[in-house]
Nanobody
Framework: QVHLVESGGGLVQAGGSLRLSCAASSSIFTFLNMGWYRQAPGKQRELVARISGGSSTNYLGSVKGRFTISRDNAKKTVYLQMNSLKPEDTAVYYC????????????WGQGTQVTVSS
């Protein structure tokens, strides 16, 4: 089990930017696939972006070109840079460790709220 702590959420106007951070406690962080999920009220949790241990990336179609996932293995931290935010991006964002594109891993952060006002 990996302990994950997210930060960086908040309230922003449409068109604005936020950067989420997720700090992990794992001696094997370098090898872990890391993902950002989000869950809006009344909706299922969905994968927003994923970065593999080898730094290959996958994105939800609606965020491609606006969001960028990256990792700093020395700091054991994964980031989600979110630009051109839209009201439909409003959700609780969760960090996840150890999953694949199809299936999330078993370790989750506590979540951070992102609210985009129109």
């Amino acid at each position: 089990q990996v302990h994950l702590v997210e930060s960086g959420g908040g309230l922003v106007q449409a068109g604005g930017s936020l950067r989420l951070s997720c700090a992990a406690s794992s001696s094997i962080f370098t090898f872990l696939n890391m993902g950002w999920y989000r869950q809006a009220p009344g909706k299922q949790r969905e994968l927003v972006a994923r970065i593999s241990g080898g730094s290959s990336t996958n994105y939800l179609g609606s965020v491609k070109g606006r969001f960028t996932i990256s990792r700093d293995n020395a700091k054991k931290t994964v980031y989600l840079q979110m630009n051109s935010l839209k009201p439909e991006d409003t959700a609780v964002y969760y960090c996840n460790a150890g999953g694949s594109v199809q299936v999330p891993g078993g370790s989750w952060g506590q979540g951070t709220q992102v609210t985009v006002s129109s």
